[in-house]
């Protein structure tokens, strides 16, 4: 069959590799001019690099990656550590992949290496969809009309393809604001930081870790913000008293990092509203343009690799009529649990930001005390997840 993917980001890459593994011929139209991934990293849990090694990338993303021990939590006053859970070899022991941390441009230049570079076009912006029983058409700016079995609509937050096909919603702003940075390693090898910890504090928490097999340390600083600070860009800047105003008072470490790391990229977090279908006839969403969700669990971009994989399950041996039965079967398998990792982040969120008082330290006993129970935490069920042993009655 013929598909069409909206979007070369993560999810739309993976959707690819993932189709042309089914056996389609896929073309990805991409608005930018060239493959482009924001500077910063991602951390991938063993339920999306699971399905990157049945796709047959995970030994090339590993490859750049830094593989952390641990994932501490600390306070944000003095660095005490409220617990620490195991990844490394326990992990993977545990889910059957590791827990990776990566730059994001790594992890994009794989999945893009992996697509047939002929089936590849930059500078494409779509600017409609439509369908008939029989096929389904992209139209670009440049007035192509790409004919296709199946249209993959993952082309990220604000996706004009989720309003095609089901009718204006907007991106919801988080209220919270994430300043990113990428600091080389010998800049803050001094201030002996654990390889991956978030440090949690009223309304606000910073999180960092290794990328780029340890040459690189990546910073998230987040903030919950006022409208003032929604926008949704890579490319905004924040002045580094604005960060440093935002952090006053924490631990030492973080003042240095801050401080160390210059001018930050400031992007106001959103999501998106959980939606009840992803797909009409032979046209779908996948990642962001489905389920954006707020990054504390770390997991939008890993939901939108599973999407891809599960997509690439159920068109597996498919014909063009039987796409849309196909693509309601994807929504009935991924659905339900991308909207739960939605809800469970945005918890998350809440609780990371706790203000002083009771309501933390009975936060702090509990993750103690679930820590010294368990060796991972509690939304590491994502993790376990193998979507590729959901078949049954799918
Ligand atoms: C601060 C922060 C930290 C995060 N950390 C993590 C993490 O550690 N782990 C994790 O798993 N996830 C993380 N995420 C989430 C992750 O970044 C996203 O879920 C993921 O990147 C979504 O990928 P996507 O391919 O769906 O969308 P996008 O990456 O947004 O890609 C969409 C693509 O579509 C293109 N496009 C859009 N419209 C059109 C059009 N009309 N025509 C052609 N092309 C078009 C765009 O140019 C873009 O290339 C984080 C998110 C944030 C904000």
């Given at each position: 069959?013929?598909?069409?993917?909206?979007?070369?980001?993560?999810?739309?890459?993976a959707?690819?590799?993932?189709?042309?593994?089914?056996?389609h011929?896929?073309?990805?139209?991409?608005?930018?001019?060239?493959?482009a991934?924001?500077?910063?990293?991602?951390?991938?849990?063993?339920?999306?690099?699971?399905?990157?090694?049945?796709l047959?990338?995970?030994?090339?993303?590993?490859?750049?990656?830094?593989?952390?021990s641990?994932?501490?939590?600390?306070a944000?006053?003095?660095?005490?550590e409220?617990?620490?859970?195991a990844?490394?070899r326990?992990?993977?022991?545990a889910?059957?992949a590791p827990?990776l941390?990566?730059?994001?441009s790594?992890?994009?230049?794989?999945?893009?290496?992996?697509v047939?570079?002929?089936?590849?076009?930059?500078?494409?912006?779509?600017?409609?969809?439509?369908q008939?029983?029989?096929?389904?058409?992209?139209?670009?700016?440049?007035?192509?009309?790409?004919?296709a079995?199946?249209?993959?609509?993952?082309?990220?937050i604000?996706?004009?393809?989720?309003?095609?096909?089901?009718?204006?919603?907007?991106?919801?702003?988080?209220?919270?604001?994430?300043?990113?940075a990428l600091?080389?390693?010998a800049?803050?090898?001094?201030?002996?930081?654990?390889?991956?910890?978030?440090?949690?504090?009223?309304?606000?928490?910073?999180?960092?870790?290794?990328?780029r097999?340890?040459?690189?340390?990546n910073?998230?600083?987040?903030?919950e913000?006022?409208?003032?600070?929604r926008?949704?860009?890579?490319t905004?800047r924040?002045?580094?008293?604005?960060?440093l105003?935002a952090?006053?008072?924490?631990?030492?470490?973080?003042?240095e990092?801050?401080?160390?790391?210059?001018?930050?990229l400031r992007?106001?977090?959103?999501?998106?509203?959980?939606?009840t279908?992803w797909?009409i006839?032979?046209?779908t969403?996948?990642?962001?343009s489905a389920?954006a969700?707020?990054?504390?669990?770390?997991q939008?971009?890993?939901?939108a690799?599973?999407d891809?994989?599960?997509?690439?399950?159920?068109?597996?041996?498919?014909?063009?009529?039987?796409v849309?039965?196909a693509?309601?079967?994807?929504?009935?398998?991924?659905?339900?649990?991308?909207t739960?990792?939605?809800?469970?982040?945005?918890?998350q969120?809440e609780?990371?930001?706790l203000?002083d008082g009771?309501?933390?330290?009975?936060?702090?006993a509990r993750?103690?005390?679930?820590?010294?129970?368990?060796?991972?935490?509690?939304?590491?069920?994502?993790?376990?997840?193998?979507?590729?042993?959901?078949?049954?009655?799918?």
């Amino acid at each position: 069959m013929r598909a069409v993917v909206v979007g070369a980001g993560i999810g739309g890459l993976a959707a690819a590799v993932s189709l042309c593994r089914a056996g389609h011929e896929v073309t990805l139209v991409e608005q930018t001019a060239r493959f482009a991934e924001v500077g910063a990293g991602i951390q991938l849990a063993p339920n999306a690099t699971r399905v990157l090694r049945r796709l047959g990338l995970l030994d090339a993303v590993a490859a750049q990656a830094a593989r952390p021990s641990g994932m501490s939590f600390r306070a944000w006053s003095d660095g005490a550590e409220i617990c620490r859970y195991a990844l490394g070899r326990a992990a993977e022991d545990a889910f059957g992949a590791p827990y990776l941390l990566l730059h994001r441009s790594d992890l994009h230049r794989v999945l893009a290496d992996a697509v047939p570079a002929g089936s590849v076009r930059l500078n494409t912006l779509a600017v409609g969809i439509d369908q008939d029983g029989e096929s389904a058409h992209v139209t670009t700016a440049n007035g192509e009309r790409l004919r296709a079995d199946l249209v993959v609509a993952a082309d990220g937050i604000r996706s004009a393809a989720r309003q095609w096909l089901f009718g204006a919603d907007e991106a919801v702003f988080s209220k919270t604001a994430a300043y990113r940075a990428l600091l080389p390693a010998a800049e803050v090898a001094d201030l002996g930081l654990p390889e991956l910890a978030a440090w949690l504090g009223p309304g606000r928490h910073f999180v960092h870790y290794w990328v780029r097999r340890g040459e690189l340390l990546n910073v998230v600083a987040v903030v919950e913000a006022a409208e003032a600070a929604r926008e949704e860009s890579w490319t905004a800047r924040a002045e580094p008293a604005e960060q440093l105003r935002a952090f006053e008072g924490w631990d030492d470490r973080v003042i240095e990092v801050l401080e160390r790391a210059g001018r930050m990229l400031r992007y106001g977090i959103h999501t998106r509203t959980p939606l009840t279908r992803w797909s009409i006839g032979r046209v779908t969403l996948l990642g962001d343009s489905a389920h954006a969700m707020v990054p504390f669990q770390a997991q939008g971009a890993a939901q939108a690799i599973l999407d891809a994989a599960v997509l690439g399950d159920v068109l597996a041996g498919a014909t063009p009529a039987e796409v849309p039965e196909a693509l309601d079967r994807y929504a009935r398998r991924r659905l339900a649990t991308a909207t739960s990792v939605q809800a469970g982040s945005a918890r998350q969120g809440e609780q990371f930001h706790l203000p002083d008082g009771p309501e933390a330290l009975a936060r702090n006993a509990r993750m103690a005390a679930h820590a010294a129970q368990n060796a991972f935490p509690p939304f590491a069920t994502a993790w376990a997840a193998d979507v590729l042993d959901e078949r049954t009655g799918s």
